[in-house]
């Protein structure tokens, strides 16, 4: 297939890499010959790690060639898909997805990669509103396996049925919401996980390293929640942030992530974000190896959130253990991680961060039934999942 990507940083330059891998000719375009050349250098070094390991057969300037770089959206006259990965500004959006209507056949797919921005916001600047879909990549998308599948409210069944197709034949697990919610799923829990960080941190219950233990050494995650956020980038952090709160989505007073945005410090990317990288490269973070951090207060939000999508029918809770997975990198799915540390766990420290004061935390009536029936999880026999 025929493939354009639009936008060349983070996301794009990995998403063009993966469809090339998969022996796809893509096309890639962004506003700057100096943006396209340090995108090359990036697919060239992830490639040659991909090759020395063996994971990657084809020599990488066999794949490179198959990437056409370019300033101009007329490159893209003859594409079957087109993947949007541009900074998440709604007029640049427009311009992007005005130019590809124009440009590319008419029954090509145009997919978008925003995490914050609603799809149909984004359909509604084409002649193609059926044909417009998000499909979002997780960073590193060289490595991360999940692609959320977004259809909006005017996507065919045939678009989302070929963007899910896709996505399983680039080597990825796609998850489908049946409809469309701000933030979709990683985000939406994700930024769950930032809120209760960021209220421990600034209640002054645990300090930004204890939290990124816990997460790390007694959960078993990559990265703590705060090392995490520093390498997705605070700015897209609190992007995302206000755009789902922006929607309707409870909020969790917190300064800290603003605080560090107004000073410049972004990250891995600046340099600095709640932990130093020298050289804006991202380095594994020195954290002290326990913790008083309790696992089930730190996720109580989330599951919260969890239980939220699947109360609403948005996705099934397998499919959120697979979101945080294969998007995140969990051990293990944040639902099975629930069962194991006990529903009423959670439910008890919902239950005294709601009576301190934070209506967010106000708990799913899913969560409350559920110890109400005795499926507590694991030691019960049955939770979110069954056990025998
Ligand atoms: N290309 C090729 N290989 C890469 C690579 C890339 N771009 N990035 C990392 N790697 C390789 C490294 O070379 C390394 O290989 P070896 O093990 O063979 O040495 C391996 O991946 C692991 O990398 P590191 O040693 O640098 O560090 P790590 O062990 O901490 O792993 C990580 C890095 C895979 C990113 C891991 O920390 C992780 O899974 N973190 C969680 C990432 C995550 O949650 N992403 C989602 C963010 S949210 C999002 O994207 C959505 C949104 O809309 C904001």
Redesign the pocket.
């Known amino acids: 297939m025929k493939f354009a990507v639009v936008g060349s940083g983070t996301m794009g330059h990995?998403i063009a890499e993966v469809l090339a891998i998969y022996g796809h000719q893509v096309k890639l375009i962004d506003i700057s010959w100096d943006i396209l050349n340090r995108a090359k250098q990036?697919m060239e070094?992830?490639l040659r790690?991909?090759y020395e390991?063996g994971t990657v057969k084809e020599d990488p300037s066999v794949i490179l060639s198959r990437i056409e770089m370019s300033t101009s959206y007329d490159v893209a006259k003859d594409i079957d898909f087109a993947i949007e990965a541009v900074p998440e500004i709604l007029d640049l959006k427009r311009k992007v997805f005005q130019s590809l209507d124009e440009i590319a056949p008419k029954e090509a797919i145009l997919a978008t990669n925003t995490?914050s921005i609603p799809i149909s916001e984004i359909a509604e600047f084409t002649s193609r509103k059926d044909k417009v879909i998000g499909m979002?990549?997780?960073?590193?998308p060289?490595?991360?396996k999940l692609v959320e599948v977004i259809p909006s409210k005017y996507t065919s069944e045939d678009t989302a049925n070929k963007t899910v197709e896709l996505a399983r034949s680039l080597g990825k697990v796609p998850v489908k919401l049946r409809i469309e919610v701000p933030g979709f799923i990683?985000?939406r829990i994700?930024l769950r996980l930032m809120q209760e960080a960021c209220r421990e941190v600034e209640s002054g219950e645990a300090s930004i390293e204890e939290v990124d233990s816990c997460a790390r050494n007694k959960i078993g995650?990559?990265?703590g929640i705060f090392e995490?956020s520093d390498?997705?980038g605070l700015d897209?952090?609190v992007d995302?942030w206000e755009n789902i709160v922006k929607r309707g989505t409870s909020d969790v007073p917190c300064k800290l992530f603003k605080e560090k945005v107004a000073r410049k410090e972004l990250g891995v990317k600046s340099g600095k974000g709640f932990y130093e990288y020298p050289g804006n490269k991202?380095l594994?973070v020195k954290l002290p190896a326990t913790s008083k951090v309790d696992p089930a207060r730190l996720l109580s939000l989330a599951v919260n959130e969890a239980a939220w999508l699947v109360e609403n029918n948005i996705v099934k809770p397998s499919e959120v253990d697979d979101v945080m997975k294969y998007?995140?990198?969990f051990p293990k799915g944040l639902l099975e991680i629930a069962d194991e540390l006990g529903i009423d766990n959670i439910l008890r420290n919902l239950e005294d961060i709601y009576n301190k004061g934070y209506s967010a935390y106000k708990p799913q009536d899913l969560l409350v039934k559920m110890v109400k029936e005795g499926k507590v999880g694991k030691k019960s026999g049955e939770g979110f999942y069954k056990y025998a």
């Open positions: 990995g990036r070094e992830s790690k991909f390991k995490s979002h990549f997780f960073n590193p060289q490595i991360m990683g985000n994700f995650l990559p990265m995490l390498y997705v897209i952090d995302l991202y594994k998007g995140y990198n």
